[in-house]
């Protein structure tokens, strides 16, 4: 997504991340939040950050939202880091850009919930719980348990309940 002054930027990162590329309009925005999963954004940050905030609901169903300045010297991971921004903001960051990722497990190189359940092909039973769980990993490792049924779970607010995907739904 971009003004048509830079969209040959933008179609050099669409082609790269194989994304389609939007030139702004009035509601853009809106229209890229209701039909895409991750938004690359060429613009300055804070038209991005005006137009997305009254959109922005919660992490689980919002799309990712990356911003790459109109020379491709910078790609910030603005929002949904652990659900797409920071792996898209690297995979910009191959063609030229410096990623800014400040997602707090990945800036003290630790792991997050959320990248656990994707290594592990699982989704997420509880989200809420990821919010301290994500907090315990920045200071301890966390283990990881794999219990095998028939069996009853009964857990805290501060574990997070994985389940392995069906393979039809990865």
């Known amino acids: 997504m971009t003004f ?3 969209l040959e930027i933008a ?5 790269h991340v194989d994304a389609d590329v939007l030139l702004y309009e009035k509601g853009i925005f809106r229209k890229a939040f209701e039909e895409y999963d991750a938004i ?10 005006r137009d997305i905030a009254p959109l922005i609901q919660d992490k689980w169903k919002d799309p990712a939202v990356v911003v790459v300045d ?3 010297n ?8 652990h659900h797409g921004a920071n792996e898209l903001v690297r995979r910009i960051s191959e063609i030229g850009a410096i ?3 400040t997602t707090a497990t990945e800036v003290h190189n630790r792991n997050s919930v959320e990248g656990i359940a994707k290594a592990l092909g699982c989704y997420i039973v509880n989200k809420d719980s990821t919010r301290q769980v994500n907090c315990s990993l920045l200071e301890q490792d966390v283990e990881v348990l794999e219990i ?3 069996k009853i779970v009964v857990v805290g607010d501060d574990v997070s309940v994985l389940k392995k995907q069906k393979a039809e739904n990865r």
């Not at 179609?11 to 082609?15: G, L, T, V």
């Not at 910078?74 to 880091?81: D, E, H, P, R, V």
């Open 4 to 6: 048509e002054r830079n």
């Open 11 to 15: 179609e050099r990162i669409a082609s």
């Open 40 to 49: 690359v954004a060429v613009f300055a940050t804070g038209i991005v950050v």
């Open 70 to 72: 109109s020379n491709l």
């Open 74 to 81: 910078f790609a910030i991971s603005l929002l949904g880091g």
């Open 99 to 101: 990623p800014v990722i």
């Open 148 to 150: 095998k049924g028939p």
